[in-house]
């Protein structure tokens, strides 16, 4: 018997020849896709014990974040747009964060997908390039332990911060800090530890990357001795997750580092994934389409302002490009109906162009081209029989959704979040009616504003809550010291 049946929805599944099938219905069994097609014929060959009513919903699957951070979610907007949230990021991770922080701040990040129909995302464990919170395996578990607990799936990229080591870290017990001294072997352990106790644990809906610093030109400038150590540590955790069968990412790529990683060791292939790329090379573009390296563009980061990443040159060489959050901090959301639009339109601005990026592309973007960076394209990505049931829904019976035509158009340029009812994860309901029933909504938020105060209190981070200088009338902040 089937367990659940969705029917007379309006279904875009995604799949190779981009189907969308009106009057529509899906029905599961277990954690998979069992049959697609019209609801007369579905609701005949498939009783269901729970029958689900699509009637003005757009049911597609569920979509996929591929870069953001966990952490953030604790510390939005801290600091007020200033350069100074980076510098408190680095105090938060490794000194004033507990695993209690790291536990409240995943299930808080994990509801907010939920919410707005994110089934699976990467979170990095820390500050990306520079700063991640290895230095104990209690961040990593809590994390992982948290997001099961929700019910999607997760992709938690761990690895060791930039050298040079060793680094100071502190763990918090209650109100009693231990300081912490942590080399790269130290960290190297942990990662292969968090591989071990995570990989393929939540029922297979968790898993583990490892992200290695970027190489920069300022790493070659430092002298033959930091560049050996770089080039040796990055080398070890590469090994370490090729030779576990982990995928690897690197997150901050920009201005030819690309190229150096390249020249440098042997780095680029069909399983790493490279976050924000901006003002890439001739070259590099060639040589990500070469090896079968995957780019995830973040189009609402502050590194998308710095500069380009160059998507529809990418899409035209044959890359596969996604999207990514970049998390929910400093000044984000992990809607990705919003990162969708400002994908449209930042690069048609650029090229002053309306043509660019179609909003069908955008949308396999946040799908199946998600799903084919992180290597999961046969099990998610798409609404086929066989595959994982990652299911969302819709409501399109909005006003700024109507009248009712055109839903392919609807959803990208119109829709967000909030307009999603439904959320279904390995064939396992999530949310309905936007009620999340896996876990205490209220109580996960209590959480989370408790943890961010103590954080706030460790660390004495207060005045990074205050309005800056220049918030209201001007046109731009004043200069900064």
């Not at 201005?255 to 790329?277: K, N, T, W």
């Not at 390296?293 to 973040?298: D, G, L, P, Q, Y």
């Not at 081209?369 to 399109?396: H, P, R, T, Y």
Request: include cysteine; aromatic fraction near 6%.
């Amino acid at each position: 018997m089937t367990d659940i049946l969705i029917t007379d929805a309006t279904i875009v599944t995604m799949d190779a020849s981009r189907r969308v099938i009106e009057a529509g219905a899906i029905a599961v069994a277990g954690s998979r896709i069992a049959d697609i097609g019209a609801s007369d014929k579905l609701a005949e060959r498939h009783p269901a014990a729970q029958r689900i009513d699509g009637s003005g919903m757009v049911v597609m699957p569920g979509l996929i974040d591929c870069h953001a951070h966990a952490g953030h979610g604790l510390v939005k907007t801290m600091g007020g747009d200033g350069a100074s949230w980076t510098d408190a990021c680095e105090i938060i991770y490794t000194t004033g964060s507990s695993a209690a922080f790291w536990r409240a701040e995943a299930h808080l990040s994990a509801l907010e997908r939920v919410k707005c129909g994110v089934t699976c995302g990467v979170s990095l464990l820390g500050g990306g390039n520079d700063i991640m919170r290895t230095d104990e395996t209690a961040y990593g578990d809590q994390h992982c332990q948290a997001v099961s607990e929700v019910g999607i799936r997760s992709v938690l990229a761990v690895g060791p911060c930039r050298p040079p080591f060793p680094r100071q870290f502190t763990r918090w017990q209650g109100d009693v800090a231990t300081p912490l001294t942590i080399d790269f072997a130290d960290q190297l352990r942990c990662c292969d530890a968090l591989i071990d106790r995570w990989h393929g644990a939540g029922e297979g809906r968790i898993e583990i990357a490892m992200n290695l610093p970027v190489f920069r030109k300022a790493d070659i400038d430092a002298g033959p001795a930091a560049l050996a150590e770089l080039v040796e540590q990055s080398t070890a955790a590469r090994d370490l997750g090729r030779d576990r069968g982990v995928r690897l990412t690197q997150d901050g790529h920009r201005d030819g580092s690309i190229e150096i990683a390249d020249r440098l060791f042997d780095l680029l292939g069909p399983d790493l994934y490279l976050s924000h790329c901006i003002d890439m090379t001739d070259h590099e573009i060639a040589r990500c389409r070469e090896t079968g390296t995957k780019i995830v563009h973040n189009p609402s980061a502050v590194a998308a302002i710095m500069g380009r990443c160059p998507v529809p040159e990418l899409i035209e060489a044959g890359v596969t490009v996604a999207i990514g959050s970049d998390g929910a901090a400093p000044n984000r959301s992990l809607d990705m109906f919003r990162h969708m639009f400002q994908c449209m339109h930042y690069h048609r601005t650029y090229f002053k162009d309306p043509s660019i990026l179609p909003p069908g592309k955008v949308m396999e973007m946040v799908t199946i081209d998600a799903a084919i960076v992180l290597g999961l394209e046969d099990q998610i990505g798409s609404l086929e029989v066989g595959k994982k049931a990652d299911i969302i829904l819709i409501d399109m019976t909005k006003p700024h959704l109507y009248p009712p035509n055109m839903p392919l158009y609807r959803i990208p340029y119109y829709a967000n979040g909030a307009d999603v009812d439904t959320v279904i994860v390995d064939g396992r309901v999530l949310m309905a009616g936007r009620v999340v029933s896996t876990v205490d909504e209220a109580a996960l938020l209590a959480a989370a504003a408790e943890e961010t105060e103590t954080m706030i209190e460790r660390t004495g981070l207060q005045a990074q809550l205050e309005t800056p200088e220049g918030f209201w009338h001007a046109a731009k902040y004043p200069e900064r010291g």
